[in-house]
């Protein structure tokens, strides 16, 4: 019955995006030739040759749509998921399109015509799969167009798992049962859910439950005690899903599947950061550096007449860092200490009310001033404008060496600012919760996040707090 429900939703979802195509090839025509809003050098062209092409069209985004993956099953994509494949789809479409109208030169078509066409074609099917995804939801929430799963483990990882798709509940995703072999577990409940056990009667369960998946989380041995009954139930037609055991490693962004030969491999640590999302964030760092350059422009030659005409030694100061896989480089900044400040007692951490800072570098460290010349290491492409903090490489071995995952924090560049930062972990404060935070940004990464950060980052540097 499910496969029949998601076969329907399909075949819906491809009757109303061909409407759709049909409706926007005739609006166009008008649009184009009869609105005004554009001169017709090339004459018009007669509405009856429009109509005749309106089954080439039709074939040709359809295509685009199947090759977009518009019609596969999306009960748990989000809503920014499905909108990047429409646009997907839709662009395949009008390319595709592009192609076809070239070689057939005898039909006076502009590209005017097309590019409006495949505006009004993007937002017809952004609208139309946002609908159908919105009463799909609307339904699942109430307890209809349900899939039943059920969860091998009622450990913690099960217990987790279950947690997560509860508080998506617009995916219509229902628990039917969990199954163990620990006695304590068996008979009781657990999320509001039956547990039941030995684990051998996984397969009478599921057909007597009417179970659409099942999920395994258990690990190592436990696990693979587990794949015959697994490979009978795939057999009968079950989908099987499992959570990989990382062990003692974790999981930085969402994992990345792939392949070698016959073997498909999980990547546990990838940068969140990877091909067209780092030239997008370096062009943004670049643009976003350069106006708060030109704008601070001023205030950072008073500053550095300031430090010039109040101690000795030269304006910036500057000092190796460890950044992005843990490469290193110089890290610029306004000198705020007396020159030579570490040849006594060596490498030190910053505290409060140092006494090997000058007068105007207490002031410049308590503004976050000192760090205005960064902006340069971000055009230079050793810095972001947001990431974790860099460390000098003495600190780094050392906070590597007490805390195994620290290293994690150079899959992504490092920045001026960051979400450690905004939330007051600066200068002297507990490694282990920057080190979360940290963590969390890696992990977490978008676009929207730093600019979040950004808009904090003023309010923190007004406050002062551990500004050292």
């Given amino acids: 019955m499910l496969r029949m429900h998601t076969t329907f939703l399909s075949f819906l979802r491809s009757i109303i995006d061909i409407a759709i195509i049909c409706f926007c090839w005739i609006i166009v025509y008008f649009l184009r030739f009869y ?3 554009f ?25 685009g749509c199947l090759w977009g993956g518009l019609y596969k099953p999306k009960r748990i994509q ?13 662009l395949l479409g009008w390319m595709l399109l592009l192609a076809f109208f070239y070689y057939i030169k005898d039909v006076p078509y502009s590209r005017k015509l097309l590019t409006v066409f495949v505006f009004m074609l993007l937002l017809g099917f952004f609208f139309s799969h946002l609908l ?41 995703l229902k628990c039917a049962f969990f199954i163990d072999n620990d006695p304590e577990v068996i008979g009781t409940q657990i999320l509001g859910t039956d547990v039941y056990g030995p684990i051998e009667k996984i397969i009478d369960l599921v057909k007597s439950n009417r179970v659409d998946e099942v999920y395994l ?32 490693l974790i999981s930085i962004n969402q994992p990345v599947v792939f392949s070698i030969g016959s073997q498909i491999l999980f990547s546990a640590a990838d940068s969140p950061l990877s091909g067209h999302m780092v030239i ?17 422009s001023f205030p950072m030659i008073i500053i550095a007449l300031l430090i010039k005409l109040t101690s000795k030694g030269p304006v910036f100061y500057k000092q190796v860092r460890m950044g992005l ?14 020159t030579n400040a570490e040849e006594k007692n060596g490498p030190q951490w910053s505290i409060q009310n140092d006494n090997r800072c000058t007068s105007v570098g207490r002031w410049l460290r308590r503004t976050s001033l000192d760090e205005l010349p960064q902006l340069i290491n971000v055009l230079k492409g050793d810095l972001s404008l947001v990431g974790p903090r860099p460390e000098r490489p003495c600190f780094v071995k050392q906070f590597s060496e007490e805390y195994r995952r620290y290293m994690l924090r150079h899959k992504v560049k490092a920045g001026i600012t960051g979400w450690a930062q905004v939330n007051g ?31 904090l980052t003023p309010w923190q540097v007004i406050r002062g707090e551990n500004a050292h």
Wanted: proline residues 2%; glycine residues 8%.
């Fill in 35 to 37: 609105s005004g809003l």
């Fill in 39 to 63: 001169v017709s050098t090339k004459g018009i062209p007669s509405f009856k040759n429009h109509l005749l092409l309106l089954i080439p069209v039709v074939c040709i985004c359809y295509i």
């Fill in 78 to 90: 989000n809503i920014l998921k499905q909108f990047i494949e429409v646009l997907k789809a839709t």
């Fill in 132 to 172: 159908i995804m919105s009463i799909l939801r609307f339904f699942r929430k109430r307890g209809y167009n349900l899939r039943y799963y059920a969860v091998i483990g009622a450990g913690r990882k099960g217990i987790q798992l279950v947690e997560d798709i509860q508080q998506m509940n617009w995916t219509g």
């Fill in 217 to 248: 989380t258990l690990d190592g041995g436990e696990a693979l005690k587990m794949f015959p009954y697994l490979e009978s139930l795939q057999s009968a037609g079950i989908t099987i899903r499992i959570i990989p055991d990382w062990g003692n």
């Fill in 280 to 296: 997008l964030k370096q062009i943004f760092d670049t643009l976003i550096a350069t106006l708060l350059i030109i704008l601070f």
């Fill in 325 to 338: 896989d843990q490469k290193e480089f110089e890290i610029i900044k306004f000198r705020t200490m007396i």
């Fill in 425 to 455: 972990f600066r200068g002297n404060t507990s490694l282990r919760k920057r080190l979360i935070y940290d963590l969390y940004y890696v992990k977490n990464w978008s676009f929207a996040f730093d600019i979040g950060i950004l808009l």
